[in-house]
Each structure stands twice: as C-alpha cells, then as structure tokens.
C-alpha cells in the first residue's frame, strides 16, 4: 500500500504556522484511491490520545468540553475506519500521520 502525506497550509510566517488541515492520500490494495481529512483540532487530539493522555486531560488543555472532545473523536474514527484508540493510534502511524 503506498501512502502519500500532504499537508495544506493556509498562512506561514517564520514564527507561526496556521494549518488549515492535513489530507492524506491512501492508495490500497484496491487501486482505488482514499483520502482522509483530519481538520488542525482533530489532529490535535489524536496527537494527545497518541501521548496517552485521559479524556480529561485533553479537553482541559485544549480548553474544550468532554463533550465537544468525544465528538472530536467519534470524527476521527469514523474517518479512519477505527473502533477504538488503540486502532486510531495504529492507523495515523500506518499512514504517517503521527
């Protein structure tokens, strides 16, 4: 499977990145092309889970409701095809995302 990463960025300056989303392009065994969106706070928190941070944690440093992270995360899986954070985790590594 061959895995290409690309990333969309919106405005750079030298001190500051604003990331408008990362796009990345799976190509299986299908030969049928998939992309995956993860917006800049989705990829935030898969980042965080991937630390292994707690829920909690998470929404307090992302200043965000449990709430509002849960949905975050039901997103994140949904896209990737996951049921859990353990397959979150193992599928963005899979594509080079984290």
């Not at 949905?71 to 859990?84: A, F, G, M, Q, S």
């Amino acid at each position: 499977m061959a895995v290409t990463l690309q990333h969309s960025f919106h405005h750079l300056d030298i001190k500051r990145v604003a990331v408008t989303g990362f796009c990345f392009n799976m190509k299986p065994d299908t030969q049928q092309d998939t992309a995956i969106y993860l917006t800049p706070r989705e990829f935030e928190v898969i980042t965080q889970l991937a630390q292994g941070h707690s829920y909690s944690q998470i929404s307090a440093q992302l200043e965000i409701s449990e709430n509002t992270l849960k949905t975050h995360i039901k997103r994140i899986y949904r896209k990737l095809n996951v049921h859990n954070r353990t397959q979150a985790i193992l599928a963005t590594q899979k594509l080079g995302i984290l």
